[in-house]
Each structure stands twice: as C-alpha cells, then as structure tokens.
C-alpha cells in the first residue's frame, strides 16, 4: 500500500465518503423498519416469535455494526484517493474497512437462515430436503467467512497490513479475490434457489394464478438479492488495487446493502397481518376484513394461535396446533380432509348414484355424484 504518485487536483478532490454515509445508513434504516414491523407482527399480534426472528434479529445488529465500522473507515479518509491520505488515515481506513467486513458479511448470511427455517416450517419438505437447506445455507455461510479468514490471514503478521511500522509478507491479493468471487456467486446460487423453491412448491397447489403469483412474489422476493450480490462480486477486485481507499467504496456500499435486501426480503413474508391491519383488507385473498381483523391472527379463546395452517409433505394443507404460519393465506377448499368431512356425514354408497349433502344453517349444500360401472363376467364393481 505504497504512496501513489502525486494526483491531478481535480482527481485528488474526488470523496465518495459522503455517498458511501448517505447510502449505508440509508438502506440500513428501511431494513431495520422492516424489521420493527416483522417484530411487531410477531410480538403484538401473533403473540409468538420463531427461530427466523432471532436470526434477522442478529444480522440487524450486525448491519448497524457494519455501518457503524463504516463510518469510522470514512471519518479515516475511506472514499477518497489513497495517495492524498497521511499515514495515519491509510491505516484507519484500511483497519476500519477490514473490520467492517466481518459483520457485514454476517448481515447477508444470517437472514439465509431465517429463510431457511421459515420455508421450512411453512412448506413442510421432506426430511432429506429440509437437511440439503440447511447443508447449502450452512455451507454459503462458512464459505463467506472464509473470506474474512483470508483477508486477516494473508499477511504475517496481520498487523502489518494496517500498521506500516510493522514489516509483513503478503500473499497474492488475488488469492482473496478470487475465492470471494467464489463465495459471493456462491451466495447469489442460494439466494437464487431460496426464491425459486417456494414458487415450485406452491405451483403444484389448488390455488387460484392471483394468489400463487402472490404468494410466490412474497416468499420469492429474495430473488432481488441474487442480483445485488452478483453486481458486488463485480466489486470483489477491488481488494487488490492499489487505491484501496477509494476502489472499496463501492463494495463497502454493495456490501450492507446486501445486507439491507436480504433482510427486507425476509421479512416481507411476514407483514401480511400488519397490511391487514392497516388496509383493513386481505390482499392475496382479494377479501374484505370485517372490523379489527387483524385480530384473526392472534390467539383464540381455547389459547392456541389462528392461521396455523401449513403444508404437508405430500403438498397438502394440514394444521398445526400452536404454530402461527404465514400459509394462512395459502388456504383451501379443495382438500381431501374437507372432502371426507363431508363424506363422513353423508349417505352409504349403496346405489348407483349417491346424492350427499352437508348443510350448515342452511346455508352450503355439497352434492357429490358417484357413478358406479360394473364388469361384464364379474361381481366385482369399480368406482370411478
């Protein structure tokens, strides 16, 4: 990190510091009021929070540390040209901005998790399925803070990349970049596939187009974050210039508002309750709310919480006792327990044409039509 030749005046005026400020408490801001209202719903109308709340919880903590280290990188000289800064700003900014990495990286890997054990309650995989999401997110993260074991570990001693009195040897800056762009792509591939797998699960249910493209948008919306963190591997090469600096702002930048994306799209799943309170309708069922109704998400008379469907592993919807889920929205009528419900109270089938019929306060009235066939040379009857 040697001394650059002496710059243009026009170049050596050039600060990103003010953008870099402007944009991270910008992002970190519209996260954390994400987070307030998941927290709200969670805490003050579903009176219950899950381990997906703990883990966008501690990736918030870590965004404000991230943006917190950020600034004292900037107030260091972090955004403007390395050769313009005096010794004791190149090491704060260097120092600062490796420092910040840590908990930034840890902003966009912990709401992987979150995703992960929200998909995983509401969808109901199946037991190998529910170990390889876990396996890949586990593994994205461990490869993410690969990166910060070798951004510490490339010089001997550490210090030395930060502290010019101390004499170091440094491997290959690119050995850093190339395996962060390993990491970041892999990142991207997860959050890519964290997006799709809803859709996919939710494409083979009896739900009407409006709300499987409403549900899939809600719980897919991280497919956002595939994006962002694909343009800031695109940033990675800047670990090795020589203008450090400077050159990192925009990854310093891409970096929490990775962080910020993720974090916002693991939390829009979980505002459904709170729009309702607001709007006072249900938007993915395109219903009307009587009154507070809100209040149907919370606890019941009998203690346990309403809207706590979710899905079996056959694709089917079943309940779960003291378990408040999101896939509340994703109810139906068109399942095989309503069906035999039905059959429960109606007739024998002892004719060729069965007429049954449920009624409740006269109101709905279910008429199911069995045709039975009969083999020419056998006593053996099929239905059909």
């Known amino acids: ?3 650059q030749a002496t710059l243009p005046p026009e170049i050596a ?6 953008g870099i400020l402007a944009a991270i408490i910008t992002v970190s801001i519209i996260s954390t009021l994400f987070v307030a209202g998941r927290l709200y719903v969670r805490i003050k109308i579903l009176e219950k929070l899950h381990l997906d709340d703990y883990f966008i919880m501690i990736s918030t903590i870590c965004g404000w540390l991230a943006v917190g280290f950020s600034c004292a990188a900037v107030a260091s000289g972090n955004g403007q040209h390395f050769g313009i800064l005096s010794l004791e700003q190149k090491s704060g900014a260097i120092l600062w901005t490796m420092v910040g990495f840590l908990p930034g990286i840890m902003s966009f890997g912990l709401p992987k998790f979150a995703v992960v054990a929200l998909l995983t309650r509401i969808l109901n995989p199946s037991r190998f399925h529910s170990a390889f999401l876990w396996s890949m997110t586990t593994l994205c993260m461990v490869s993410l803070l690969g990166c910060i074991v ?9 210090r030395s990349q930060w502290d010019f009195s101390v004499q170091g040897h440094c491997w290959d800056h690119w050995i850093l970049v190339h395996y962060s762009m390993y990491a970041g792509t892999f ?10 797998y809803p859709a996919v699960v939710l494409a083979k249910l009896q739900l009407n187009v409006k709300k499987k493209l409403a549900l899939s948008g809600a719980l897919g919306i991280g497919s956002i974050a ?14 090795a210039s020589p203008d450090f600096s400077y050159d990192t702002s925009d990854l310093v930048i891409w970096t929490i508002v990775e962080g910020s994306t993720v974090t916002v799209a693991a939390c829009i799943p979980i505002m459904q309750p709170l729009v309702d309170m607001i709007f006072g309708n249900r938007a993915l069922n395109g219903s009307s709310a009587q009154g ?16 706590d ?23 139906t009528l068109d399942t095989k327990e309503s069906q035999e419900a039905i059959l429960r109270q109606g007739q024998d089938l002892g004719g060729t044409t069965v007429d049954i019929k449920t009624r409740h306060n006269g109101g709905i009235v279910r008429t199911d039509v069995f045709v039975v066939s009969y083999e020419t040379d056998s006593a053996t009857q099929r239905a059909l």
């Open 1 to 3: 990190m040697a001394d």
């Open 226 to 239: 595939t994006v962002v963190a694909i343009y800031k591997t695109t940033r990675l090469t800047s670990l």
């Open 309 to 331: 469907l979710e899905l079996s592993s056959s694709g089917q919807m079943r309940r779960k006792r003291g378990d408040t889920n999101y896939e509340d929205a994703l109810r």
């Open 13 to 18: 005026a050039q600060n990103k510091g003010p």
């Open 150 to 158: 070798i951004l510490f570990a490339q010089c001997t001693p550490s």
């Open 292 to 307: 507070k109704g809100y209040q149907k998400y919370g606890p019941d008379r009998s203690g346990n919480l309403n809207s």
């Open 187 to 196: 990142s991207a591939v997860t959050d890519l596939y964290l997006a799709v």
